[in-house]
């Protein structure tokens, strides 16, 4: 493995390597620099397409279920599709509004081309240490209510709306709509994370994409009803976008991403636009 490092990410090339196998010095020198970093792209893998989750198994103790809009690639069950059309995406930390936050975030590019579009990425550390100190204030005392209907991947047409009991900590309010095949629920829950072994403060959150652009949020609101003032949602803007860089994508690269940590979106595609990207969630990490 051929180890570089910038101010942006790390950056391991595999170049030469043609065993689909780890030994535990790789897995250790892997998991050491994610946790100083929490973002790596790997060059070159012996690991390709349909084969990638081998290579994430290394570091997953357990799989998130995406969301059911996206599509299943591969005959792999953890293994989906991104978002498709070509529209911005605003950044976001991944099903970061649910009980189901996933630790990782794994993108893999399967095609590109030359009028592809790069990747937002905002590091929720250097975020938070640069918001103001009344900003700062807000976030630690204010948890935020999510309103949301979450799509399941089944329905009948023959069933009332029924209370349904969710034992997950903020949530409350819940009802599935048998018939649209929808859970409605309240979860409630403070936008801010700490490094899971460094125990820093991450700003990581869906504060920014909302419910615009975000289809499972109706609302999002302080527990009192009343809105995140508009000042302090200007400065997240405006901060976010002096610390964010666009990652360009080059074919069989992947990127193995501390959602817990960073934050991502999607800039503007072209309609002429190959490029897919490939996506995995780790729930749990191993490490």
């Not at 799509?151 to 900590?169: H, L, N, T």
């Not at 709509?177 to 700490?194: H, R």
Request: include cysteine.
């Amino acid at each position: 493995m051929i180890i570089n490092q910038n101010d942006q990410f790390i950056s391991i090339n595999f170049n030469g390597f043609t065993e689909t196998n780890l030994d535990k010095k790789q897995n250790s020198q892997i998991v050491k620099l994610f946790d100083e970093k929490g973002l790596i792209e790997f060059k070159n893998l012996p690991w390709k397409k349909e084969g990638i989750q081998d290579f994430t198994d290394y570091f997953t103790l357990e799989y998130a279920n995406d969301a059911t809009r996206r599509t299943k690639k591969y005959e792999k069950k953890n293994i989906n599709s991104v978002d498709t059309g070509f529209n911005e995406i605003p950044l976001h930390s991944e099903a970061s509004f649910t009980s189901v936050y996933p630790e990782l975030i794994w993108f893999y590019c399967n095609k590109n081309d030359e009028v592809s579009a790069p990747t937002a990425i905002c590091d929720g550390k250097i975020l938070w240490q640069s918001l103001e100190k009344e900003t700062k204030k807000f976030f630690l005392k204010n948890p935020i209510k999510f309103q949301l209907e979450i799509e399941i991947p089944f329905a009948d047409s023959q069933k009332k709306e029924q209370e349904w009991f969710i034992e997950e900590i903020g949530a409350s309010n819940a009802v599935l709509d048998w018939s649209n095949g929808i859970l409605k629920m309240d979860f409630i829950k403070f936008v801010l994370n700490y490094h899971k072994k460094d125990n820093y403060i991450c700003f990581a959150n869906h504060i920014l994409i909302g419910s615009e652009y975000e289809k499972q949020i109706k609302n999002m609101s302080l527990i009192n009803g009343s809105k995140i003032p508009n000042s302090i949602l200007e400065e997240i803007s405006l901060k976010s976008e002096e610390n964010t860089f666009n990652y360009n994508w080059n074919t069989d690269v992947l990127l193995m991403v501390d959602n817990k940590r960073y934050m991502h979106g999607r800039k503007k595609l072209t309609e002429y636009s190959l490029r897919e990207i490939l996506n995995i969630q780790t729930l749990k990490t191993n490490f």
